[in-house]
């Protein structure tokens, strides 16, 4: 699917391209924004756990492996950035300390606030070279971090970062850990 005028592949939805049982990817090469939708990536589904790892590697890898059908897998550079939508905050486990993961919450939208999907596509199409250009000319700060840039930590994403601690990592959590002293 193209978005609004931009190369082959700027915009891909890779649901399969993750799945436990896929073994082909030719979708992510070339691929800009990965978009996940409502997929589960609760630990608890045996699967998600293959799925979550593999969105780990990709994240943060320079490089990934692209495997077409009837072809050889090669690597190529990455290019991927990932935004993953979903209504179930169970479906996107944050543990802590993940530097991989920006929570956005996104509220309804009154009846006011709605832009009749036809008018909001001549809008994006409309400011998408002014906003192209201000991204162009923002300089990105130096970072040391494995990412380029540092994550954006929200409250969102604390509340679900505090709700998948282990029992043991909560009850330390509330606990000053005494040293012994000889």
Avoid at 74 to 89: A, E, G
Avoid at 138 to 157: F, G, M, Q, W
Wanted: glycine share 2%.
């Amino acid at each position: 699917k193209l978005l609004y005028g931009s190369p082959p592949n700027a915009y891909m939805k890779v649901q399969e391209a993750l799945k436990a049982s896929a073994s082909f990817n030719a979708e992510l090469h070339s691929a800009i924004i990965c978009v996940l939708e409502e997929l589960d990536l609760n630990p608890k589904r045996g699967d998600a756990v293959i799925t979550y790892n593999r969105i780990k590697e990709l994240v943060t890898g320079d490089v990934i492996s692209i495997h077409e059908k009837k072809e050889t897998p090669s690597m190529i550079k990455n290019t991927t950035h990932w935004i993953m939508c979903t209504n179930k905050r169970s479906n996107c486990p944050i543990f802590k300390n993940d530097s991989r993961v920006t929570v956005i919450q996104v509220n309804e939208l009154t009846k006011e606030e709605m832009i009749p999907k036809v008018e909001f596509e001549k809008l994006l199409l409309k400011e998408g070279p002014d906003f192209l250009a201000h991204i162009l000319r923002l300089e990105i700060p130096n970072s040391n971090d494995r990412l380029a840039l540092p994550v954006i930590e929200t409250e969102d994403k604390s509340r679900i970062q505090e709700s998948n601690l282990t029992a043991i990592e909560a009850l330390l959590k509330n606990k000053p850990i005494l040293s012994m002293v000889p």
